[in-house]
């Protein structure tokens, strides 16, 4: 039914149709002198521009105007979605790219500032709030030489140490410690368990998710009280184009929000509407190093979205931003919000402004359960099968339990081989699964508990 | 499971549902190795079910067929047909086909509709736009020139299947959208920023407060699985088989894990779409009475502009009537449009 035309510019084609699009910039490259007005940077109207936004040619920046742009982003959104509070202990997850680099730097000068301010302040009633950094060592998941390994280490103290004052705590941490609380050498048990994922995607989204439930760990047991990731509109962008793909399309509001609660440490994403270009550009701008650790290429669905992305930013500068807004006009879950603040150290302002800017959770019955495996919110249809398994706490549970995509990608596909993969799964998402369930099911059994007969009774 | 990249072991494999002939496919669906009859029977179950479950129709309805002649009319064509015989849905089916008046493509077209109409014995009809709007496609290009022509048999082409419908007084029409279609419009969708469409696109039901009711009785039919008899011609207009992003996208995923497509129509069917999302109001054109949310409906609008002399009335952003300089200088400050890129359309 696709219109075949190669020439047609007409409004139903995809190409023209801009009903809700930004105008589309114009891009091409910048011509030396060009119009007296274009020399100037477009905010301060001062400085000359020495580089470009993602608005190409409308939006040339000079530097100073553009590193204030994208820290303006940054705390816009911290503010306005109460991310960081004076009580809080926030830790930055690095991976050693642009994105997180550059996160790891605004926190930084945020907190900087803070202290300054507390400093300066006689009153000292507002404590600054305490930062940590976490990098997740993955050597173990791919062929590096120890050598380079240890070279990027030492590049990320190096970083995190000249990030001071005041200085910051850096947990490095392997992958495979993820296993450590089942009292194993992990290395064994993680090469098992990816070796039993057959799907290459699978076995992709299986790492990411134990990335996050290790972050969850350093940050629980250091007593922090928020994750900072520094994931981009761009990489938002490319996971709504995946998780659509995989079917994902209910749960997909409740991954790109500003603010995930799903976890016990909140999860944040203050750099959610920095495009990566953006980004890149202000750590060569600055300076900024970044420790690249090729952990190869995505393959598979992720890897084809990546590139499906980049065509459609070349073509179009500003799709990754029309497509994280249109994702942004679904739904979100009653987790997407930070909880609420009950602490008397936070000014009572903040708290005003989060109670009123954040979702208020839906008053009805939460009955959310979520996939043990990736944790994604399951549609209620689910409810039913589960409902009719509980109280049996044998393994089919969860099973019956994940969703559809980690069903099709990640659990065996033979029945015979469940119970061993089950055994190799983190504890934590074993625990995970069974609280989360009973959480729904105790608040449920409530409602219902008066038209359930013991097992004891008698008929009459 | 992601698709084996190893060629397949010759040698005699039986097919995996009657295990008794020799499996002569490979389903592009399930990637299931399955003999012809069977691959024949499954299909056509399966779409039976989908008529079902989402109660498609009812009996005693009358039923238009949209047909353009394409393979995947003519497959509906004849499935519906078989269906409604095999299983006694009691339906009065007909042929309803489009004449845009593109000679050497609409003529090709057409001979493969009246094939079907003698082939499946259902009763053909044929509206052209020559005689809904006075100008047919060949003297509509002669006009305004490549570009925008599909604008215009787009809008066109749906206007007609409705008059044509009302004509005929059927109860509902049925097109051959099939699952890569409406995989496509998801992504499409989402890429332009169109929530509003979003919510509808993978509705199996479209249009039921409008005119005429249309069903997709294929939207969880892969394309690769609509084969039989069929005709395939390019368009005359677009002499490039090149396929835009999104199709190009489907067609690399398919390959990587076929499920893909379904799991698309999926996520669309369960996008958190608030229900307070603004949706066009359904009024009525004052030049000719068919539902529009505008003062004039998008075919008169157009046709305006052809009998004016005015070929880009109606095209682009604006469409206000008195605006035509101003949008033309808009049209032609944006960056020129890629070459040899093909364009999915929308309008349904």
């Known amino acids: 039914m696709a219109c075949n035309s190669s020439t047609c510019n007409s409004s139903g084609c995809y190409k023209g149709y801009e009903e809700e699009e930004q105008p589309k910039p114009n891009t091409k490259a910048a011509v030396n002198g060009g119009n007296s007005c274009q020399n100037l940077c477009v905010k301060c109207k001062v400085n000359e521009p020495v580089c470009c936004g993602i608005g190409g040619e409308n939006s040339r920046f000079c530097k100073d105007c553009f590193k204030n742009n994208l820290y303006g982003k940054f705390k816009q959104a911290v503010t306005y979605n109460a991310m960081i509070t004076p009580p809080d202990k926030v830790l930055v997850a690095f991976s050693g790219g642009t994105s997180s680099r550059v996160v790891l730097q605004f926190v930084h000068e945020m907190q900087y500032k803070a202290q300054k301010n507390y400093d300066a302040n006689k009153d000292k009633s507002l404590p600054v709030f305490g930062v940590g950094v976490a990098f997740i060592d993955e050597s173990s998941t791919h062929s590096f030489t120890s050598l380079h390994i240890e070279k990027a280490i030492e590049d990320i103290r190096l970083i995190v140490s000249n990030l001071a004052p005041p200085s910051k705590e850096l947990f490095v941490v392997p992958i495979e410690s993820i296993f450590s609380s089942d009292g194993i050498d992990g290395k064994e048990r993680l090469k098992e368990l990816l070796d039993a994922v057959s799907d290459v995607t699978g076995k992709e989204d299986l790492l990411i998710r134990l990335r996050i439930l290790l972050l969850q760990k350093i940050a629980s047991e250091n007593g922090y009280t928020r994750i900072v990731l520094g994931t981009c509109t761009s990489r938002i962008a490319c996971h709504v184009i995946s998780a659509t793909v995989k079917g994902q399309g209910y749960s997909l509001s409740a991954d790109i929000q500003y603010v995930d609660s799903r976890w016990e440490i909140p999860v944040v994403l203050p750099l959610r509407d920095c495009p990566a270009q953006e980004l890149n550009t202000l750590c060569s701008l600055d300076g900024l190093k970044i420790v690249e650790l090729l952990n190869g290429p995505c393959s598979g669905i992720n890897g084809l979205v990546s590139s499906f992305v980049k065509v459609l930013q070349e073509e179009n500068p500003s799709r990754e931003c029309t497509i994280v807004r249109t994702a942004g006009k679904l739904t979100p879950f009653h987790f997407n919000r930070v909880p609420e603040i009950h602490d008397s150290n936070v000014p009572s302002a903040t708290r005003r402004h989060q109670k009123r800017y954040t979702l208020k959770p839906n008053g009805s019955l939460s009955s959310d359960s979520f996939c043990p495996i990736c944790s994604s919110p399951l549609k209620k249809s689910n409810f039913p099968s589960s409902l009719r398994s509980h109280g049996n706490q044998q393994n089919p549970d969860l099973i019956a339990s994940a969703c559809s995509s980690c069903q099709f990608q990640i659990l065996p596909k033979d029945p015979s081989l469940m119970e061993e993969f089950l055994s190799v799964l983190p504890q934590q998402m074993i625990t995970k699964a069974k609280h989360g369930d009973q959480g729904d099911f105790s608040l449920l059994r409530e409602q219902i508990q008066e038209f359930l007969l013991s097992d004891g009774e008698n008929e009459i | 499971m992601e698709a084996d990249s190893k060629p397949k072991k010759s040698g005699a494999r039986l097919c995996c549902v009657c295990t008794q002939n020799r499996a002569a496919l490979k389903r592009p669906k399930t990637l299931e190795q399955i003999c012809r009859e069977c691959f024949y029977a499954v299909f056509e179950e399966e779409i039976h079910q989908v008529i079902l479950e989402n109660q498609l129709f009812k009996p005693g309805e009358r039923i238009a067929i949209g047909a353009s002649g394409g393979k995947d009319s003519t497959v509906l064509a004849y499935v519906l047909s078989e269906l409604n015989r095999r299983h006694n849905y009691g339906l009065d089916l007909f042929l309803l086909s489009v004449d845009e008046g593109i000679t050497g493509y609409r003529d090709d077209s057409l001979e493969t509709v009246k094939r079907n109409e003698l082939q499946y014995g259902l009763p053909l009809k044929i509206v052209s736009y020559k005689d809904l709007y006075g100008w047919t496609m060949d003297e509509i290009v002669k006009m305004i ?204």
Request: proline residues 4%; glycine residues 8%.
């Open chain 2, 145 to 348: 020139g490549l570009k925008n022509n599909c604008t215009f048999c787009g809008v066109f082409r749906r206007q007609a299947l409705d008059r044509g419908a009302a004509l005929l007084k059927v109860d509902k029409v049925a097109t051959g959208h099939n699952a890569d279609d409406i995989a496509e419009t998801v992504l499409l969708n989402i890429l332009r920023g169109d929530i509003a469409r979003l919510s509808r696109c993978t509705s199996i039901i479209t249009g039921e407060d409008g005119p005429i009711p249309r069903c997709k009785p294929f939207k969880y039919t892969y394309e690769k699985e609509i084969k039989l008899d069929y005709f395939s011609t390019e368009c005359i207009y677009s002499p490039n088989a090149y396929r835009g992003f999104a199709r190009e996208f489907i067609k690399d995923l398919e390959r990587i894990r076929p499920r893909a497509i379904l799991d698309i129509i999926k996520s669309g069917e369960d996008f958190r779409i608030s229900t307070t999302t603004k949706m066009p109001e359904q009024g009525t054109c004052e030049r000719c009475g068919y539902i529009s949310s505008q003062k004039w409906c998008k075919a008169c609008v157009l046709l305006e502009g052809l009998n004016r002399g005015l070929p880009k009335l109606g095209i682009g952003r604006t469409q206000g009537l008195n605006s035509d300089g101003k949008k033309d200088r808009k049209r032609d400050s944006r960056t020129p449009s890629i070459e040899s890129k093909q364009c999915g359309s929308l309008e349904f």
